[in-house]
């Protein structure tokens, strides 16, 4: 047992994992029941499709598009470390507290529940409790469970948190509860949701099949054999636990943003703090992304058609507010069409915008960056370039970085982290690209990454 007073799910459904002869890391277990996870909730959405009921989670909404699902009511349980000893409903303009005013359940701080994700399913048709937790020998486990006895035990589990927590959506959900009781699983619809997750899981690369899709490209070091692996757990352990309570800072800013009663600076200020955990987290999740491509033998990402026109429409504006927060210029040359490539959407945003930042980070305030898109043959160009041409020599001098392991560097100045550059190679390599890099005297780097066009696109479509 925890050393929490009450137990969590992950005790309620902790088995013990017989060890292999060659157990992996606990970075590694930890992105395998990373991805068992997300398939999981895969599987669960497509269950819901054709019932009513209620789902509860944490630390998160489990949903992508709750729209779809009118007939379930969520409830997300929230670590609660920002409002301590208060209730989680706000007043209103008028000063009273509407009971139950929204559908997130609080969480005494340092409760040992909002160390894992769950979610638990009461459904007309099924009942399901999914975790993300730690097994009996504390390494990061994923587990579900169709069985009503455990259903009604995680039940009472969550049922004591709401008691000392959110006292005023303990009749309703009660009621909910008496509603969709925990019932015996039709052993169809096990099957149905088993092999919907294990369709949802990475396809497994055999090792004969690893040089097939690998790029041909030579990688840049330092590669898996150079990472030493207590710097690997360390990094992605990091990551991860940035990123949990971020996440939860974002949750509860975007809760108070929904209030109409604001007044504006406090809405200024909340958006702040919404766009800075947004940027962090996927700092992060670029780093963990990172470690993760350089520990494995597989360094090529599954590319999808991707709208470099789309990610820019989304990123630019916030590349902007980037740029004017540091007094800085961006100035943005696009083409009047920009024909699809070859990529991840989102890690593509992800590494652009960690582009931007380390070129932002690197100049003077005065300075001005410039990124320009332009077609290439069958790729398309993206250009970067920093400008200090009326700047006094002394505001020349590029900052002192230093290298933090394999994988980061370290700015002193500023306090700042970031990928170094032949990892950021071997992420846009990743990505179905190439970055190349080029050093001027006093002014800087000028990086221009290549992307390949998608192959059913004819190049010549391309509108400058």
Not at 121 to 148: I, Q, W
Not at 300 to 322: D, F, M
Not at 337 to 358: F, G, K, N, W, Y
Request: charged fraction near 20%; charge should be negative; aromatic fraction near 6%.
């Amino acid at each position: 047992m925890s050393e929490w007073i009450f137990p969590t799910l992950s005790e309620l459904l902790s088995r013990e994992v017989p060890e292999s002869s060659h157990p992996p890391s606990a970075a590694l277990r930890q992105i395998k029941a990373e991805r068992e996870w997300f398939s999981a909730i895969a599987a669960l959405e497509s269950l819901l499709s054709s019932t009513e009921g209620v789902l509860f989670s944490a630390p998160l909404p489990i949903l992508s598009q709750p729209e779809s699902f009118p007939n379930i009511t969520t409830y997300s349980f929230t670590p609660n470390a920002l409002f301590s000893g208060f209730s989680f409903q706000l007043p209103s303009a008028n000063g009273e507290t509407s009971e139950c005013e929204t559908n997130t359940l609080g969480l005494f701080p340092g409760d040992a529940l909002a160390a894992e994700a769950f979610c638990l399913a009461l459904t007309s048709k099924f009942s399901l409790l999914m975790v993300l937790g730690e097994d009996r020998a504390k390494n990061p486990a994923f587990f579900f469970s169709f069985d009503p006895e455990e259903i009604t035990k995680a039940w009472q589990v969550l049922r004591l948190r709401v008691v000392l927590m959110n006292p005023g959506h303990l009749q309703k959900l009660d009621r909910l509860y008496a509603t969709f009781p925990p019932i015996a699983p039709n052993y169809k619809l096990i099957t149905q949701f088993s092999h919907a997750l294990l369709s949802h899981l990475p396809d497994p690369i055999a090792e004969s099949e690893k040089r097939t899709i690998r790029d041909p490209r030579p990688l840049q070091t330092p590669t898996a054999d150079v990472l030493k692996s207590a710097d690997v757990e360390l990094l992605q352990a990091i990551a991860h636990e940035v990123r949990t309570p971020l996440t939860t800072i974002r949750t509860l800013t975007r809760l108070l943003l929904k209030r109409r009663d604001l007044p504006a600076d406090a809405v200024k200020r909340l958006e702040m703090i919404d766009r800075e955990c947004s940027e962090q987290i996927d700092r992060f999740g670029l780093i963990f992304r990172a470690v993760e491509l350089e520990t494995s033998a597989t360094k090529v990402s599954s590319l999808a058609t991707t709208s470099l026109e789309e990610v820019l429409e989304q990123s630019i504006p916030r590349w902007q507010k980037q740029a004017n927060q540091r007094n800085l210029t961006l100035d943005v040359i696009l083409p009047q069409h920009i024909p699809s490539v070859m990529s991840d959407p989102t890690m593509l945003d992800q590494a652009l915008s960690s582009l931007i930042e380390r070129s932002a980070r690197s100049l003077p305030a005065g300075s001005s960056i410039q990124v320009e898109v332009s077609l290439a043959g069958h790729q398309l160009k993206l250009q970067l370039q920093a400008q200090k041409d009326d700047l006094p020599h002394d505001a020349h001098q590029m900052p002192l970085l230093k290298s933090l392991g394999q994988v980061l560097v370290f700015q002193p100045e500023t306090g700042s982290l970031s990928l170094n550059l032949n990892v950021t190679k071997n992420i846009f390599q990743a990505l179905g690209g190439k970055l190349i890099v080029r050093e001027r005297p006093e002014q800087g780097e000028i990086y221009t990454l290549f992307l390949p066009l998608e192959p059913s696109k004819n190049a010549s479509g391309m509108i400058v």
